[in-house]
Structure formats: structure tokens, C-alpha cells
């Protein structure tokens, strides 16, 4: 019965964390010459369809397969809407990055009901460019071997997720132990934070002080591409509250002779 079970968990959480967003072009190896960069995908199949998706972002990107060695080189596109069609056409720049083989892959952040999808293609080939790649993009190239790009990130937090959850002793649902993360120490491009506190009926703090650390920053003087942070997802709030009737009656109406008093306080 425990077999079965963890085995019906496990095919659920496989059919919902493979790609809805599937790239056909360009497709995986190719050698692109043209600085016109031509997109075209298509639904997978799987959950959650491209029809239940709002919204998308595409970037290009360069590097290896994790995220802390592969970068976002260029926003190709800001607010795509998945109902305008299946296709795009984007001008690149020579400068973005170097002539390797296989350097490039698309990424797609689709917003969802519930949360966000990310989705890659696989890598091909920019042979009209200039430009250098960064160390740690280097590095990266050098771990990855073959065609394929990295591995969707499903933070969709759905009735799905749930339910293949509620079968299983200590799995959390998509995203529950990244809420307990300081948020200075999360890296990847979609941030967890905490619910907010809830304020108190009295005030008894002193002086303010900040929950927690400030966040580090660097004053850039160039352009140095698109956010590592593509969105921050709050904790669902987490308490509750309860009412009941008052059981006070409710104080009398005032008679004449009060109102009356009350009028001549206010007698020249």
C-alpha cells in the first residue's frame, strides 16, 4: 500500500514538473548567422497548458546549466502575451556576448495562476558576435555537455501540487521551506519571503529596529543586463481569527433631560 502510494506520487509530481513551454526554434545545435533572432514554441502537452498561462518574459542566455553559472544576457521580451501567437522576432547585438559553440539557450517565465513557470531551450549557436562572456560564464561552459539547456523551475503552487502532496509525510507544498530562508541568502530568480507580521493591540517597542539585515547593493556606472530577481512570492498569511456576539446590551438612548443638559453646556 506504501508503494503504491509514494509510486502514485511520484508519477503525479513528474506529469506536473515537465515543460509547458516547449522551443522549436531554434532548435536544439543550430548555428544562428543572422542578428534577427527568430522564437517559435509550442504547448507541450503538459500542466499546466500555455492556455492557462497569463502572461510571459523571454530572455537570452548564456552559460551552463545552474543557476550561479549562467547569466541573462538580454531581456528579449518585457510583457509577452500568449494569446498574440507562438512566434517572436527579436534584433540582437553583436557585443552581448562571445562566438562558442552552443553557448545560448531561451528562457521563458511564464506567469500562472498561483505562482510562476520557468521554462529553457535548448542551446544553439550565435556566430555574428563580438563580445566576451564573464568568468563564470566560462566555467559554466565547461560543465555542460551535449544540447540541453536547464531544467524547468515549476513554482506553480496549484490544487495539483497539493493534492500529490497529501499523500506524503513531510513534503512541503512548491516553495513552503524556501519561506524560512533569509531573504539576503536566496540566489535564485524567484524569491520567497515571510508572511508580514501581524501588528499588535499595543505598542510596547522603544526604539524601531529592523527584523532583519539590509540588503546588499552595488552602484553600477554601465549596463549590466537584466535583474538575477525576477519576483518575490509572500507567504500565504497564516493565522486566524475569531468572532462572537457581543453579550453587553447595548447602552440606553439618552432621555430628554440628558440631551437637554448637554444642549446648555453649549448656551452663550
Known amino acids: 500500500m506504501i508503494l503504491r502510494s509514494l509510486l502514485l506520487l511520484a508519477t503525479s509530481l513528474l506529469s506536473f514538473t515537465l515543460a509547458d513551454v516547449l522551443v522549436t ?4 545545435g ?3 548567422a543572422s542578428l534577427t533572432l527568430n522564437v517559435a ?3 507541450s502537452g503538459s500542466t499546466p497548458k500555455i492556455a492557462d498561462l497569463a502572461s510571459y518574459q523571454l530572455f537570452l542566455c548564456a552559460g551552463g546549466n545552474d543557476e550561479d553559472n549562467y547569466i541573462q544576457l538580454a531581456t528579449l521580451v518585457t510583457t509577452g502575451d500568449f494569446a498574440d501567437g507562438n512566434s517572436v522576432s527579436v534584433t540582437l547585438t553583436t557585443g552581448l556576448g562571445g562566438n562558442v559553440q552552443n553557448a545560448y539557450f531561451l528562457k521563458f517565465i511564464s506567469a500562472a495562476t498561483g505562482g510562476t513557470v520557468v521554462n529553457f531551450s535548448d542551446r ?53 521551506s524556501e519561506y ?29 529596529s529592523p527584523q532583519w539585515p539590509t540588503s546588499a547593493y552595488t552602484v553600477y556606472k554601465s549596463n549590466v543586463g537584466a535583474p538575477n530577481a525576477v519576483t518575490t512570492h509572500t507567504e500565504v498569511f497564516t493565522f486566524s481569527v475569531s468572532s462572537r456576539e457581543a453579550t ?9 433631560a440628558a440631551m437637554q443638559k448637554y444642549l446648555n453646556r453649549w448656551k452663550d
Open 124 to 176: 544553439f549557436s550565435l556566430t555574428g558576435m563580438t563580445g566576451t562572456f564573464p568568468a563564470a560564464v566560462t566555467a559554466g561552459l565547461k560543465t555542460v555537455t551535449g544540447t540541453a539547456g536547464p531544467a524547468t523551475q515549476n513554482n506553480v503552487q496549484s490544487s495539483q501540487n497539493n493534492a500529490a502532496a497529501a499523500g506524503a509525510d513531510a513534503i512541503p507544498a512548491n516553495g513552503a
Open 30 to 32: 543550430a548555428s544562428i
Open 41 to 43: 514554441w509550442k504547448d
Open 248 to 256: 453587553v446590551a447595548a447602552a440606553g438612548q439618552p432621555t430628554d
Open 25 to 28: 526554434t531554434p532548435a536544439a
Open 180 to 208: 524560512s530562508v533569509p531573504y539576503t541568502m536566496q540566489t535564485a530568480s524567484i524569491r520567497y519571503a515571510p508572511m508580514p507580521p501581524i501588528a499588535q493591540t499595543k505598542i510596547t517597542a522603544k526604539n524601531a
